[in-house]
C-alpha cells in the first residue's frame, strides 16, 4: 500500500478550527494562539496583498486578529467556513484602509487647492484697478495743464512742493495753490467725499 505524499502541510496534522472558533467565542487564549497559528499565514497574505506595503499590512492584520477575539461569539457555522470568515474580516478591514487613505488624500488635496486659491478673484480685482486708472486719467484730464502738471510731479514722480516749484519754475505758494485746487477737482469729477 502506497502512503499518500502532501506537498506542504499535511491535512491530518491540520487543527480543527471549527473546534479552535468555538473555544475563543468562549475566551480561551489557548485555542486563540492555536487559531492564530494555523490562519495567520492566510490572513496577512490577503491584507498583504491588497495593501503591498509590509508595515501597514501587519498593522491591519493585527487589527484583524483584535476583531476576530472580539467578535469569535458572532461567528455562525452555516454562514461559511472559520478560514472564510476569517478572509472576509481580514479583506473588509484590508478596503476600510484603503478607502481611509483615499479620502485623506483627497482631502489633503482639497485643502492644498484651498491654499493655493487666492482670498479674492484676481481678473475681477484687475478688471477694478484697470477701471480705476482709466477713470483717474480721465479725470486728470479736466485739470489745467499747471494743475496736471504740479499734481503728476507730486503724486506720481514723488517730488515734494519746494521739488515741483522749482522744476516748474513758479513760486512755492502758487504751486500748493494748483495742488490744491487740482485735488479738489480731482476729489469731486472721481466722487470721492470727503
Known amino acids: 500500500m502506497t502512503e499518500a505524499i502532501h506537498i506542504g502541510r499535511n491535512p491530518a496534522h ?9 473555544q475563543v467565542a468562549q475566551g480561551d487564549q489557548g485555542a486563540f494562539a492555536a487559531l492564530y497559528d494555523a490562519a495567520a499565514g492566510a490572513v496577512f497574505g490577503i491584507v498583504r496583498k491588497i495593501l ?6 501587519e498593522e491591519v492584520a493585527q487589527e484583524v486578529w483584535l476583531e476576530v477575539w472580539r467578535t469569535a461569539p458572532r461567528y455562525r457555522v452555516e454562514r461559511g467556513t472559520v478560514l472564510n470568515w476569517l478572509l472576509t474580516l481580514a479583506h473588509r478591514r484590508t478596503v476600510d484602509r ?5 479620502a485623506t488624500t483627497a482631502r489633503d488635496h482639497r485643502a ?10 484676481e481678473v475681477s ?3 477694478q484697478a484697470r477701471a480705476e486708472r482709466e ?9 489745467t495743464e499747471i494743475q496736471r502738471q504740479s499734481v503728476t510731479l507730486a503724486y506720481y514722480q514723488g517730488l515734494t512742493y519746494k521739488e515741483v516749484a522749482e ?3 513758479t513760486p512755492l505758494g ?16 472721481l466722487g470721492v467725499t470727503a
Open 52 to 57: 503591498r506595503d509590509h508595515a501597514q499590512s
Open 112 to 121: 492644498a487647492l484651498l491654499e493655493q486659491t487666492p482670498g479674492f478673484d
Open 14 to 22: 491540520e487543527p480543527d478550527l471549527q473546534k479552535l472558533m468555538t
Open 125 to 127: 480685482e484687475q478688471v
Open 167 to 169: 522744476q516748474l519754475s
Open 98 to 102: 484603503v478607502r481611509s487613505a483615499e
Open 135 to 143: 477713470e483717474l486719467r480721465r479725470c486728470l484730464r479736466t485739470l
Open 174 to 189: 502758487t504751486i500748493k495753490t494748483r495742488l490744491r485746487d487740482g485735488l479738489i477737482r480731482l476729489r469731486d469729477c
